[in-house]
């Protein structure tokens, strides 16, 4: 049971060049989330995904794009990479969990993966 | 929208002692979890202790508690017997349902962090 893991964990791209990360959880979760990490700053959501084929924005959407085609896999794409875009990137997944009230439980996050784009 | 505050940017504490970590945040709503989480050196984002907010009866793991003011909407973070590995940044989380379950947003809405280091 591996949990959360991101590949890569490290990639310097240039202005203007595409990429994807690729998230995986094993724990077979409903939801799954990417965050950004800026110094000084808290995560902050780019998309988050409530099931397979689903994906919806979060607080910091623009410049990336995400898809959901199997329930254990979230990827996050750059089109046309920015240096603003230049963060640690975490993902996250949550079960869905039936108490008192049905909502998501915690959320359980990957390493991150370092980019820098220059 | 919900804000999460850590006033706090940074703290020491000897080894051994005792820290409280403040956290507030503002929400209209009434069904709602929070997380302290910490990021070591490492960067590994690791879950310390949670809350739902309809358990009036605060939450604890071991050297870990909480005291949970839902009113005051306060979610502070005492950490008992503070050891070495315990250095680490140090964030709160509010976390609500997803919008397609009747909630605002479903992530997690994280603070700006309090950096706690633990001096031998």
């Known amino acids: 049971n591996a949990g959360v893991t991101q590949t890569p964990k490290f990639r310097v791209l240039k202005t203007g060049q595409s990429m994807t990360l690729l998230c995986a959880q094993d724990?077979?979760?409903?939801?799954m989330y990417w965050y950004r990490q800026d110094p000084g700053m808290g995560l902050r959501l780019i998309h988050y995904?409530?099931?397979?084929?689903?994906?919806a924005k979060g607080e910091v959407p623009d410049g990336y794009n995400v898809s959901r085609l199997k329930k254990q896999n979230f990827l996050l794409g750059l089109e046309s990479a920015a240096p603003s875009q230049t963060s640690v990137y975490f993902c996250?997944?949550?079960?869905?969990?039936?108490?008192?009230?049905?909502?998501?439980?915690?959320?359980?996050f990957g390493p991150g993966t370092r980019l820098t784009v220059l | 929208a919900q804000t999460v505050t850590q006033s706090q940017p940074e703290m020491s504490v000897q080894e051994a002692e005792t820290v409280t970590l403040s956290c507030t945040y503002d929400?209209?709503?009434?069904?709602?979890?929070l997380f302290w989480y910490k990021q070591p050196p490492s960067r590994q984002m690791i879950l310390v202790i949670r809350?739902?907010?309809?358990?009036?009866q605060n939450a604890t793991e071991n050297r870990f508690s909480v005291n949970f003011q839902k009113a005051a909407k306060s979610f502070s973070l005492k950490i008992s017997d503070s050891q070495l590995g315990d250095t680490a940044m140090y964030f709160c989380?509010?976390?609500?349902?997803?919008?397609?379950?009747?909630?605002?947003?479903?992530?997690?809405?994280f603070g700006k962090g309090t950096k706690l280091s633990v001096k031998p």
């Open positions: 809350q739902e907010a309809y358990k009036q």
């Open positions: 724990m077979n979760h409903e939801y």
């Open positions: 989380a509010f976390g609500t349902m997803s919008p397609l379950h009747g909630g605002s947003q479903g992530n997690l809405i």
């Open positions: 996250a997944s949550s079960p869905w969990t039936s108490g008192r009230a049905e909502q998501p439980d915690t959320q359980y």
């Open positions: 995904s409530v099931g397979e084929g689903t994906t």
């Open positions: 929400t209209s709503e009434s069904n709602y979890y």
